[in-house]
């Protein structure tokens, strides 16, 4: 993986000093970064995304060496999990620190953190110290970055610095595990699976509690592309496709394997069967796909395993991205726990 010159940190690091976005990779996608501690530059986040206000952060550190300014009444299960899998795709949600800004928090009293591993994001943040507040670098509801040109094409010039760190090595966001009161519950999905989870903290509730305000991140108009998706079977696809092709309509197919016959207006990926390739590709995929001109992105069903979850669930969201999500509420949401 690529490392960024020491030229390079100084002037990421003297942006985010000053108040200025840095977009950076991490292993996951390319997050679009600010000093959480600096509410003007936490606030350009939302501006430069679309973002509706209100929408938690997730704030991104070296390590754990400062996770008490950022966290406190740190439960056993949430050391247990920082010690096995961070640096790395994990996010914590944890109750936050007196000082950390409502703007970061959504005004609740918890705060997501994460270590990201990428040697380019360990970079910023150990040359920077304090903590980056960073979303996914791109614009509201659609999908995320998996390369520095991809931030370009979606933010253009609203972000001065991107830093360039080549291909993210997993493809989806991180894990995130809510373990505020001691109970892990697993919000979003990513490469770290259930196994691997429960392996460590024992057992593992899925989705947001019914008395919780909704994630953000969970909400329906998430992670999606422009040409409106649909989840079919293997045995299907070519039918499908050639259904459209005889209306004289391109098609796009996402299959994770090569057609069985020659058809005139599709553009076909085989993504494969790897999950973990699956996952790396996705988003240069659906953003290929999205640029082909055709009515319908037409997605071959996943195999049912759990090494699948997080690709499924991105997929998922991608269909009923159409849904529109209303404002996040801010004063009924205030002081209660995911
Ligand atoms: O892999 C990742 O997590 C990437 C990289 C850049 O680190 N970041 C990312 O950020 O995916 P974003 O903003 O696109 O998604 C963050 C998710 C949102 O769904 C948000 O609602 C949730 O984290 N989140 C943040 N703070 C939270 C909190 N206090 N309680 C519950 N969910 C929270
Ligand atoms: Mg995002």
Redesign the pocket.
């Known amino acids: 993986m690529v490392r960024a010159t020491q030229r390079e940190i100084q002037a990421a690091v003297e942006a985010l000093r000053a108040g200025d976005l840095v977009a950076f990779p ?1 292993e ?4 679009l970064g600010a000093n959480a501690s600096n509410p003007v530059a936490v606030r350009k986040i939302f501006a430069v995304k679309g973002r509706p206000a209100g ?4 704030v ?1 550190l070296d390590s754990i060496r400062y996770l008490h300014r950022w966290a406190r009444d740190v439960p056993a299960v949430a050391e247990k999990l920082a010690a096995r899998f961070w640096p790395g ?1 994990m ?1 914590l ?1 944890l109750h936050k620190a007196p000082n950390v800004l409502d703007v970061v ?2 005004g ?1 009293q ?3 953190i ?1 270590v ?1 591993s990428h040697p380019m994001a360990q970079q910023l943040l150990t040359a920077f110290g304090g903590g980056i507040a ?4 791109n614009r509201y509801g659609h999908v ?1 970055p998996t390369r520095a040109e991809h931030v370009r094409d979606e933010l253009g010039d609203a972000v001065k610095i991107v830093l360039d760190g080549g291909e993210c090595q997993i493809g989806v ?2 894990t ?1 595990l ?1 373990c505020a009161d001691g109970h892990v519950r697993l ?2 999905p ?1 490469s770290i699976t259930l196994s691997q989870i429960r392996a460590v903290a024992g057992d593992v509730m899925i989705g947001p509690d019914a008395g919780a305000p909704r ?4 909400s329906t108009s998430h992670y999606a592309p422009v040409t409106p998706l649909e989840i079919v079977q293997g045995d299907a696809l070519e039918a499908l496709a050639g259904g459209f092709n005889d209306r004289g309509e391109r098609v796009a197919v996402l299959a994770l394997r090569l057609p069985l016959k020659t058809l005139k207006l599709a553009t076909w990926i085989n993504a494969g069967r790897r999950p973990q390739q699956y996952a790396h590709d996705l988003y240069a995929h659906l953003r290929t796909l999205d640029k082909a001109g055709c009515v319908k992105i037409l997605v071959q069903e996943l195999p049912d395993d759990e090494r699948w979850d997080a690709v499924r669930d991105r997929l998922q969201k991608a269909i009923t991205r159409t849904v529109l999500e209303a404002p996040f509420d801010l004063a009924s949401s205030a002081g209660v726990l ?1």
């Open positions: 991490t996951t996608v390319y997050g929408h938690p952060l997730i991104h795709p996010t949600v928090t959504g609740q918890t705060v997501a994460r990201p960073a979303p996914s670098a995320s966001e991180s995130i809510a919000l979003r990513g994630v953000p991140g969970s995911p």
